[in-house]
């Protein structure tokens, strides 16, 4: 799965509850937040997420959106799920043209 978190504060608020509900994935990659209207806020991450994922003994990994792009274009798999903010839209085009 690629998830694209949005807002800092709703990772804040629920990054507990996203971190276990994510780490029924095979793996999971977390792109940048989509931060809309608000600004960082310090220790909200992709990385401070995908850290609370790998802490339910699950894979997880932050990621670039180009990062996402290279690493899905040479790998195989059976189905992926892009879910959140931003512009996943870009990952699944890069996708389906390769």
Not at 31 to 60: D, H, M, Q, W
Not at 71 to 87: N, R, T, W
Request: net charge negative.
């Amino acid at each position: 799965v690629v998830f694209a978190p949005h807002t800092y504060t709703r990772t804040r608020d629920f990054m507990e509850s996203m971190a276990l509900a994510l780490s029924k994935f095979s793996i999971t990659l977390i792109t940048e937040i989509y931060g809309a209207r608000e600004l960082p806020i310090v220790g909200v991450s992709s990385s401070a997420l995908a850290e609370k994922i790998c802490g339910f003994n699950a894979k997880s990994l932050s990621v670039t959106q180009k990062e996402a792009i290279s690493m899905l274009g040479s790998c195989d798999f059976d189905c992926l799920v892009l879910i959140g903010a931003g512009e996943l839209d870009l990952i699944k085009n890069e996708i389906e043209d390769k």
